[in-house]
């Protein structure tokens, strides 16, 4: 199962291909040329394969398949699947994907989770991602309490992006509940990615209230003002400015050292 997903995590397109065994040489090209296909089409730039069953077989395919179309410069990577089966049969991805099968579900999460890690496996029952069944043993209420403890305040530290979060991932910050983090993904995929924090303010049922709870916690990377990137309130860039200005610093610098910062 193929799914082409965009910046933001929308999915463009599904289709299945059969490149390996037991196949024939005939199927394994038609499942080349599908792919490169939708390279072509899509502007595909990264691969994700699923560590599952014949994950190796399918690496091999698609190397081979890449040394032919050394011009599109595109990459793979062989990306965990922990926990997506169990997400592709839950009611979550039913209402995600109402016209998706579990198959189809799965390769969408697959390709999400090597641009947003955080926003796929908060869709997930911690207990779910585990190795074994210990888990079961212990005080079931408990357990959840502090899973969903350590989820929270792994969200609210790390901040989520705002043009990649999904709506289970945008509902566990603070000031945003389920209806208002739904809309926040019908309003960008409406009107393409946000470009200041600001923007929040268009969105519908998220007023000046809300806005204040979460700003803090949104993200925009790449953004018209370098400070949505960051864990800065909104109300505090006036005083940010007046540092930065003590500093001797201008915004392209904080910028550039953002830029510095990513590349690590």
Do not use: W
Not at 27 to 42: F, L, Q
Not at 63 to 69: A, N
Not at 216 to 226: T, Y
Request: aromatic letters at 4%.
């Amino acid at each position: 199962k193929l799914a082409v997903v965009d910046a933001t995590g929308k999915v463009l397109d599904t289709t299945v291909v059969y490149p390996t065994a037991p196949t024939t040489e005939k199927k394994i090209r038609a499942a080349k040329d599908t792919v490169e296909g939708m390279i072509e089409k899509y502007g595909v730039s990264l691969i994700s394969v699923g560590n599952g069953t014949a994950c190796r077989e399918s690496e091999q395919v698609i190397v081979d398949m890449l040394k032919e179309i050394p011009e599109k410069k595109v990459q793979y990577v062989i990306t965990n699947e922990a926990g997506a089966s169990v997400y592709s049969a839950s009611k979550l991805a039913t209402e995600e994907f109402p016209n998706f099968d579990v198959g189809q579900r799965s390769a969408a999460s697959i390709a999400r989770r090597v641009q947003d890690p955080l926003a796929e496996l908060v869709k997930i029952d911690p207990k779910s991602i585990g190795v074994g069944q210990y888990q079961h043993d212990m005080n079931q209420k408990r357990l959840g309490e502090a899973l969903g403890g350590v989820v929270e305040n792994c969200v609210n530290s790390v901040g989520v992006d705002l043009n990649t979060a999904s709506p289970s991932l945008l509902a566990y910050v603070a000031g945003i509940n389920k209806t208002v983090s739904k809309n926040i993904i019908t309003y960008r995929e409406e009107n393409g990615k946000f470009n200041t924090r600001k923007e929040l303010l268009k969105v519908p049922k998220l007023g000046a209230k809300a806005f204040e709870q979460c700003a803090g916690f949104l993200r925009i990377a790449d953004g018209e003002n370098p400070l949505d990137a960051t864990s800065v309130h909104p109300e505090s860039y006036p005083a940010t400015m007046e540092l930065l200005k003590k500093l001797e610093l201008s915004m392209e610098d904080v910028r550039m050292l953002q830029a510095e910062a990513k590349k690590g």
